[in-house]
């Protein structure tokens, strides 16, 4: 493939959005292809918004996904999906989680959590898959698997077949997560296959 | 494209690695965001002597010292560690090494999780001493085991600059070889060498001035800095994380990388200078290579288009170049703002809270998580400048403002940052006579950059038991009389302390002693969380001034209100998330209407 991939993770500090990337990495780079991935470390970790950027594909330079170039915007929070609008083009692909958490003006009632916030991304004419991460984890056996479900219903969109992911989840996941991870998986890729 | 044999790092796992790999035996390094990996990362290798030192300066001594006994040394910083460091680093320039010697500056561009965003590649010029800058994980670990060699081989200490796009980046590697120093381990006398008296310093000044001219001609190789054929229409100089940038933005143009970043190489810019028809110096931050190259008579364009603040990217380095290439990009939402908070049942809000209700106290604040005090709706910090600068700035305050300042001047400062540099301050605190309150938000960990062990932790940094200070006798021994340990969830007995220290004559010091709730003991530590009972809640918004990330206030109608037992005029009612919340039980103490309990209590 010539052009570079970019697959743009949002939400907030401890969603487990670096799990979440580290899998799609390890898929991506076992199907052969040149990757990075940036992360943010820190301050912004307590709570705040936080992205990983992964590029993919036959030589990958910059570890900075450019505005209007992100081809997969993945959102552990549905709010956190509209803040990076600028990053999208018309022909990106969201995953979203359902789940809200209140910003701290939101949490003491201040503002309002924004009604139909993904209204500003589908209006753009951009296909915007909605995904109750936290409840189909929850049926898989855990409710922490959520951010696999993500992976999941993502990896629809990407190249790679499931035994890839599959195969990274049993050789990169602790064994005791082995088949809960396993199952959310599966079930986050029922949603969009 | 990746094989087998592909390893997928971070720039801190890899620069982890390379100096492993470069046969590294004593490395000493203080946290510091994008810095704390690779000491971390590190210490998990066998044969490696690694710790936590409390600030940069002790950790580039330590390094140093391994060094004149002869082995490989290592030392790691955030850029403003490189501050505290400075005056061992000026002067090891002088002494040169015995062991190779090198030392981390990870540079913060964009301030991502830092005060200031300083370019340390000027301390590099300042210092007299060889700079090495990597793009990317791959080149961060090649390049740190030739840093090691160049270290040896000219006799003086290496600056290696990585920023956090490069520290916090993941790319692929592989293994590489094992190197070891040409220096041999044991006592050897060098005075004239390394006693730094006059005499003997004014020699060394000389010997620093050949090196830099010896180091100028391995920058002339190609060792370190290498031309890229291409279109010479435009032709660019750059080095560290933009160069990947240029190669984005302009995958076409002939390009000088130059991976050592000071001394430059005069004669192989001015050949390259003279071989393209325009050349762009695409840098993060200062135009420091601008100015040398400028200074060289080169024309250049440089910071005439390129932003000199906040990071660069491949879309900032194409339109600033190209301005037309901008392309149209879909408008930003208007979002609420989510910037980072104090976790659920975090000590420090206990204080915090206390102190945001005592509205003519100025708080001088430190660096760590407890800066997220400022932050509404606690916003109980009035001052942060530095590592340890809490106690001072009262202290000078105090000078200054007199009588006025009286019973109004508190400063506060993590376990972690007092053990860094605030002991000299409130050494000159009560030495001077301050009257003021020091906190010291006692949590036993360093715990913003991601919970490393110090002195007062009872651990080094591979988690064996170590010497634990025993900060109260501390603050007895340098002469501060009255020192009270409060448990900051308790908020009234918290407040009684802050209360009873401001009254006193005299510097007193406020122990707040509470774990970090990210500490492994307490993730396991079975969760026994708060609930509401929404019936009881009175609408007063008491545990919500907390600004708790598990408390959430829902607005309600005069209807709503009516419809669900409260009096009309309630405006709404609280909910705690149990999932989230980490039962520090602050707001329970806060609410008077018993709305907020838990099992069995």
Redesign the interface.
């Known amino acids: 493939m010539a052009a570079t991939g970019n697959i743009l993770f949002s939400g ?2 401890g969603q487990g959005i670096l799990l979440a990337s580290e899998v799609t ?2 898929a991506l ?2 199907a ?18 936080v992205t990983a950027q992964l590029r993919y594909g ?7 996904i ?3 170039r992100a081809d997969i915007l993945i959102s552990f929070e549905m ?2 999906a ?2 990076y ?2 990053y ?1 083009h018309a022909k990106s692909k969201v995953v979203v989680n359902t789940q809200q958490i ?8 201040k ?1 309002p ?2 009604a139909d ?1 993904l209204d ?1 991304i589908s209006s ?1 004419g951009i296909t915007v898959v909605s995904v109750d991460a936290f409840d189909i984890a929850r049926d898989a056996g855990e409710v922490k698997a959520a951010n696999i479900v993500m992976v999941g219903a993502m990896s629809a969109f990407l190249p790679m077949d499931v035994e890839v992911y599959e195969n990274i989840i049993t050789t990169r996941i602790p064994e005791r997560f082995r088949e809960v991870n396993m199952k959310a998986f599966a079930a986050g890729r029922k949603i969009t296959a | 494209m990746t094989d087998d044999n592909s390893l997928w790092m971070s720039g801190n796992e890899a620069i982890a690695m390379g100096a492993y790999e470069a046969g590294v035996k004593v490395a000493s390094g203080y946290p510091g965001t994008p810095s704390t990996e690779i000491m971390e990362n590190l210490s998990k290798y066998e044969g490696v002597y690694t710790e936590w030192a409390p600030n940069e300066k002790v950790g580039l001594e330590v390094a140093i010292g391994a060094s004149f006994a002869g082995v490989r040394a290592f030392a790691t910083m955030k850029h403003v560690g490189v501050n505290v460091a400075a005056d061992p680093l000026f002067t090891a320039s002088y002494t040169g090494v015995r062991g190779g010697l090198v030392v981390i500056t990870a540079d913060d561009p964009e301030m991502h999780s830092s005060q200031n965003e300083q370019d340390n590649r000027n301390y590099a010029y300042a210092a007299k001493l060889p700079m090495i800058e990597p793009s990317e994980p791959a080149e961060a670990k090649d390049l740190l085991k030739d840093a090691f060699e160049l270290s040896e081989k000219f006799d003086t200490p290496v600056l290696f600059r990585i920023t956090t796009r490069v520290a916090h980046v993941k790319g692929v590697l592989q293994k590489g070889d094992m190197r070891e120093s040409a220096a041999t381990c044991g006592i050897e006398k060098a005075p004239a060498k390394i006693v730094m008296l006059p005499a003997n310093a004014r020699a060394r000044r000389k010997v620093v001035e050949e090196r830099t001219a010896k180091l100028m001609e391995v920058a002339e190789g190609d060792a370190f800095n290498r031309v890229e054929e291409g279109d010479r229409k435009r032709g660019f100089i750059t080095g560290g994380v933009s160069y990947l940038y240029v190669k984005e933005a302009f995958p076409e143009a002939a390009v000088l990388k130059l991976g050592m970043s000071w001394p430059l190489p005069e004669k192989k810019i001015k050949e390259f200078a003279a071989s393209v028809d325009e050349l762009f110096i695409v840098e993060e931050l200062d135009p420091f290579l601008e100015y040398h190259i400028k200074a060289m008579g080169v024309e250049c364009h440089g910071k005439d288009l390129i932003p000199n603040q906040g990071e660069l990217n491949t879309a900032i380095v194409r339109s600033s170049i190209d301005p037309d290439s901008a392309p149209e990009l879909f408008a930003p939402a208007e979002l609420p703002m989510r910037p980072p908070n104090m976790c659920a049942g975090c000590p420090h809000r206990g204080v915090f809270f206390n102190l945001s209700r005592m509205k003519d106290v100025f708080v001088s604040g430190d660096i760590g998580c407890y800066t997220l005090g400022f932050l509404p709706p606690l916003s109980a910090m009035d001052s942060c400048v530095c590592m340890g600068a809490s106690v001072t700035i009262a202290h000078g305050m105090a000078k200054a403002l007199g009588d006025e300042g009286k019973g109004k001047l508190v400063s506060v400062i993590g376990d972690s940052t007092f053990i860094h540099t605030g002991i000299n301050g409130l050494i000159n605190s009560v030495y001077n006579d301050s009257k003021t309150v020091l906190v010291i938000l006692d949590n036993r960990i360093t715990a913003m950059t991601g919970q490393q062990n110090n002195p007062a932790s009872g651990h080094n940094i591979k988690g064996e038991a170590a010497n634990a200070i025993n900060i109260e006798e501390l603050c007895h021994a340098v002469g501060v009389k009255h020192v009270e340990v409060v448990n900051p969830h308790d908020i009234a007995e918290c407040r009684k302390a802050l209360k009873t220290a401001l009254e006193l004559d005299e510097m007193a010091v406020v122990i707040s002693r509470a774990p970090c709730v990210l500490l492994p003991e307490m993730k396991k530590a079975e969760h026994r969380p708060y609930n509401t009972k929404t019936e009881n809640c009175a609408g007063c918004m008491a545990c919500v001034k907390l600004g708790c990330p598990a408390i959430s206030w829902t607005n309600i109608t005069p209807e709503e209100a009516v419809a669900k037992g409260y009096k009309e005029k309630q405006k709404g009612f609280a909910v705690i998330n149990e999932v989230q919340c980490n039962g520090c039980g602050q707001c329970a103490a806060l609410c008077k209407f018993e709305a907020i309990n838990r099992e069995g209590e």
């Open positions: 907030v500090g990495a390890y780079l076992s052969g292809y040149d990757a990075k991935k940036s992360e943010v470390h820190g301050m912004a970790q307590r709570g705040g918004s036959d030589k990958v330079y910059s570890p900075l450019e505005p209007g709010m956190e509209a803040r609008l600028p999208l209140k910003p701290p003006a939101v949490a003491m009632g503002i959590y924004p916030v500003s753009r």
